[in-house]
């Protein structure tokens, strides 16, 4: 799908307004999942079911437009497809199995969750991988993924949020 740069941008501001709403509309309403669950939010199913079906999506699609993709070789599609598709990789597949409890997630979230999973994303030139956004972001990128794919590490993050003061 090819689509006008000022298109593409109307889009991300329109997604940056949404962003927004959401934003200041948790504060007033609960989200409705996890420990805010509510059942006036509708049909629930599995929390650990509802959120592989919410993330496998677009590792999916990913692994689709790849297929497709006529640059899959280059450097920086492929840099960013390995970086995207470990996320989701661990975030559709591993962590909802490590979800403890017998939580549920409303299906209206879920829906939601697939429709943002889905939203086009931006397209970047070689020069972005000696950006420091990128820079910094792929470390902390890494930084937030080590903890979760160490078994050593997961236990003690628990612990640490367990004994966490609550608001």
């Known amino acids: ?75 920086i599609p492929f840099v960013f497809f390995l970086l995207f598709q470990i996320h989701y990789l661990q975030r559709a597949f591993i962590f909802p199995w490590l979800i403890k409890g017998r939580s549920r997630m409303p299906v209206l979230i879920m829906l939601m969750g697939i429709v943002f999973n889905l939203a086009p994303r931006e397209m970047y030139t070689e020069s972005w991988l000696g950006d420091p956004r990128f820079l910094a972001g792929t470390a902390l990128f890494i930084t937030g993924l080590l903890p979760t794919w160490s078994p050593g590490l997961t236990p003690y993050i628990k612990d640490m949020k367990m004994s966490s003061p609550q608001k």
């Open 1 to 75: 799908m090819n689509i006008s740069p000022h298109t593409f941008h109307l889009f991300l501001l329109i997604m940056a307004a949404i962003a927004i709403v959401v934003f200041i509309a948790l504060y007033h309403v609960k989200a409705g999942y996890g420990i805010l669950f509510d059942r006036s939010w509708g049909i629930s199913i599995s929390n650990k079911w509802a959120w592989m079906i919410m993330e496998a999506p677009v590792f999916i699609a990913m692994c689709w437009f790849w297929v497709m993709f006529p640059r899959k070789w280059e450097l």
